[in-house]
């Protein structure tokens, strides 16, 4: 437990060193706002429209594969750190499941939906 | 790490499964490869791979001579029970691929992927029948399920496929969310997700009994969705309907025997100590199950609707004989009973299924009862074969459906002593099989009396799943008797 | 029994987790629920670490918090209607209703059986490792692991399925009539 309060340390400062300067700035800085500063981007060109617009479907089959090959990861990462400790079957039933989600992946690949259109 | 030995992994056992499962992941890499428009070569690799399933399955069953073993230690339990369900759910996968291949180029929905996903769904199913640890069980439910919600919507885009597809993906993984949950208590009640685990900690005694209680019906709920017991039952229809017929048939049978396998499996063997409990529970759904389905089916116009709401009624007389199985004494013959059942139901339901899918229409129509009139005249051996299923649906002679009745009623009646929830679900039973004529034999009426031009195609394939389902149950109608056998040294046990 | 920073902890990330959890339920705009998601799971990973479960709670970053919730803003922002003016059909009294009784159901359950206070065990150094060796193990969780892979790529093989598909439709129907 003593290594975690570490971490909560860390996201404490994490979390203070951006909000800082926002609150600092808020309370020092002048306001006076115009059209141009207002504008979203001072420089560039305005949106136009609605920016909630659907998405190509594309995404949604990375984010999808990205996701198996994530789960799969979890179920490797503790075999990978058992390595040392495995007989040649533990590490055979592991190399099963690399090759059941290299399936997958030949699967994705060969049904082109990887490729973006 | 102690090196296992061969006789605890105990491959030999289990290979049914392997080969189905290694068979799948090849074919996947082949079905790749194939040329589209002759997907047909996929589906006749599955059913070589289901046939050598069935090989490595009969010489395990002469092998085994009704010994039960475990495999992986306890993780799988490889059973009379589990041989013969093994049985059925490859001679579904088989009639399922039989039922596509001419049904998917004929309504443009022809992929390799259909084959693929129902081998796995298959394998998924056989683990169920065998896994005595519930996180198998889990594991087993998902792959079940998971290819089943995709096979639902094959006829995307059209839109009922899709819908169907999206509301059993939707209720099926909030029933897995209960069955989680309900794994979750009974593991925090025991302490183990072995069944035989958990069976000596609630043959122990109390302290674990309450979280395992409220973990057995939460498990009850995550089972009745897939088995579609009421009130658990509403995506049904929808489902049964929006499907493509080949996958309706398919799953009606080979998802509701697989949900019953586990089923039977958790409460029979590892939660017999809290038996009154679940055998009341699954008595009040079996008679629900059966009032609303049978009554329900009297007013669909659509037979797929009304074949579902028939595949309902028929998980009620099912949990009938689950719950005649609550003391242990009664249980061998309640659980035969309900395999029996599940076989008679298998092919019966399949073959009816068959004749619907001859008669549908390449846009999705002709699924009235209507479009059934003058089959009769036009195609008297479909209609004397589509007679035969709905005798058999609704338990007459000579059908397979009588015996099964039967055999499930009688074994209420034998465990009803002292138990007057099964006596009253064997009634109800009975009753309600009497209104299921009803609507059975109003098929039967439209096929001989109406007049009508049914347009029906009939290819090699679909004939073939046809004969050899109306054979079955031909043949299970009138010497019931060496099949019966085989399922009553069919025992469930408790292995580990 | 004294407050220590163990507790204030745990009330943090209780409060992450309902606190999300009910974001999600009331709110409207679908993108913001799934923010409001990976706040709850977030505090998920929170209580893992709490109960000694370092591992379980950097699978849950990576992969509710991480995977799961882009999948889901991802999802969000495919479907036609993205932030919907109309608000979602709800029966929410009837939802509600449910809702508190399994929650009466469980809770008292819960608190009949857990009544004390059960101290975490001791998590050995290498835990990681020992799962490790269990996934391959068979006489431990070598059913599951393989099981589970093949679910993985049977799910791959779906979501591909169901989610595309329309580009190789086409060049199938080309390829099929020159079969026919």
């Not at chain 2, 495999?71 to 041989?83: E, I, N, P």
């Not at chain 2, 031909?474 to 292995?495: E, M, R, W, Y």
């Not at chain 3, 991802?74 to 003016?85: E, L």
């Amino acid at each position: 437990m003593k290594d975690w309060t570490f971490i909560v340390i860390l996201s404490i400062v994490a979390m203070a060193t951006p909000l800082a300067p926002i609150l600092i700035g808020r309370l020092i800085g002048p306001r006076k706002g115009n059209e141009l500063k207002n504008a979203t981007y001072e420089c560039g060109v305005e949106t136009r429209g609605d920016t909630w617009v659907q998405f190509k479907v594309q995404y949604y089959i990375f984010a999808l594969v990205f996701l198996v090959f994530d789960v799969e990861v979890v179920f490797l990462y503790p075999w990978a750190v058992a390595y040392n400790r495995l007989p040649l079957f533990g590490v055979l039933a592991g190399v099963v499941f690399v090759i059941t989600l290299a399936e997958a992946l030949i699967y994705t690949i060969r049904k082109d939906a990887l490729r973006w259109i | 790490m102690n090196l296992p030995t061969l006789e605890s992994i105990n491959l030999l056992a289990v290979l049914p499964v392997l080969i189905v499962f290694g068979w799948t992941l090849v074919l996947l890499v082949i079905d790749l490869f194939i040329p589209s428009g002759r997907k047909y070569w996929t589906a006749w690799l599955g059913i070589l791979g289901l046939l050598g399933a069935a090989v490595a399955l009969a010489v395990r069953f002469i092998d085994a001579r009704g010994a039960a073993v475990t495999a992986f230690d306890g993780m799988l339990t490889v059973d009379g029970f589990s041989l013969f369900l093994q049985a059925i759910f490859i001679l579904t996968a088989v009639i399922g691929i039989l039922l596509a291949l001419d049904f998917l180029p004929r309504h443009k929905i022809e992929r390799g992927e259909y084959y693929i996903l129902l081998l796995f769904t298959t394998g998924g199913m056989m683990i169920m029948s065998m896994a005595a640890d519930l996180i198998v069980v889990f594991l087993a439910l998902e792959l079940l399920s998971i290819p089943l919600y995709i096979l639902t919507g094959f006829a995307r885009p059209r839109a009922d496929s899709e819908e169907a597809a999206m509301k059993y993906f939707l209720l099926g993984a909030f029933a897995s969310g209960f069955l989680v949950f309900g794994i979750a208590l009974t593991y925090g009640g025991t302490g183990t997700t072995s069944l035989v685990g958990v069976f000596n900690q609630l043959a122990e005694g109390e302290p674990s009994r309450d979280l395992a209680l409220v973990g057995m019906a939460l498990i009850l709920v995550g089972f009745g969705f897939k088995v579609a017991a009421v009130p658990f039952h509403m995506w049904t229809p929808d489902v049964y309907q929006g499907a493509p017929t080949p996958v309706t048939a398919f799953m009606s049978v080979g998802a509701k025997a697989g949900g019953f396998a586990a089923l039977m499996r958790i409460l029979i063997v590892a939660m017999p100590a809290v038996g009154e409990a679940w055998g009341m529970l699954v008595a009040i759904l079996a008679m629900l199950t059966m009032i609303l389905g049978n009554v329900v089916a009297i007013a669909q116009r659509n037979i797929k609707r009304m074949l579902a709401y028939s595949s309902i009624a028929h998980a009620g007389y099912i949990l009938v004989a689950v719950s005649a199985a609550q003391r242990p004494e009664d249980a061998p013959l309640a659980v035969s009973a309900a395999i029996f059942y599940l076989l008679t139901y298998a092919f019966t339901n399949l073959g009816a299924f068959g004749v619907v899918l001859a008669v549908e229409r390449e846009d999705g129509s002709g699924n009235l009862l209507e479009d059934f009139a003058g089959l009769g005249r036009s195609k008297p051996v479909l209609a004397a074969i589509m007679t035969l299923f709905m005798l058999s649906l609704t338990g007459m002679p000579v059908s397979a459906g009588l015996v099964g009745k039967f055999f499930v009623f009688q074994a209420a009646i034998n465990a009803s002593v002292g138990n007057p929830w099964i006596l009253a679900a064997a009634i109800v039973g009975i009753v309600t099989s009497v209104i299921s004529a009803f609507y059975y034999i109003r098929i039967i009426l439209i096929m001989y009396m109406q007049e009508g031009e049914p347009q029906v195609v009939l290819k090699p394939a679909l004939t073939v799943a046809l004969a050899l389902t109306a054979l079955a149950t031909l043949i299970l109608g009138i010497i019931p008797a060496p099949v019966f056998q085989l399922a009553k040294d069919a025992l469930l046990t408790l292995v580990g | 029994m004294s407050l220590t920073p163990l507790h204030a902890i745990f009330a943090l990330m209780s409060l992450f987790t309902v606190g999300g959890a009910v974001g999600v339920v009331l709110n409207r705009n679908l993108i913001y629920a799934a923010m409001y998601l990976v706040l709850s799971l977030f505090g998920i990973a929170g209580l893992f670490i709490l109960l000694e479960a370092p591992f379980l709670a950097a699978v849950q970053i990576l992969v509710y918090v991480g995977a799961i919730s882009v999948l889901i803003t991802i999802t969000v922002m495919v479907t036609r209607c993205v932030f919907c003016k109309e608000p979602p059909p709800r029966q929410l009294t009837l939802v509600a209703v449910m809702a508190a009784l399994v929650m009466v159901t469980l809770g008292f359950v819960i608190m009949t059986r857990f009544g004390g206070l059960t101290p975490a065990a001791d998590v050995p150094a290498d835990s990681i490792e020992q799962l490790g060796v269990a996934f391959v193990n068979p006489q431990a969780y070598l059913v599951p692991f393989e099981v589970a892979s093949i679910l993985l790529l049977g799910a791959l093989i779906g979501a591909i399925f169901i989610a595309r598909d329309d580009l190789p439709r086409d060049e199938e129907a080309v390829g099929g009539d020159d079969h026919a």
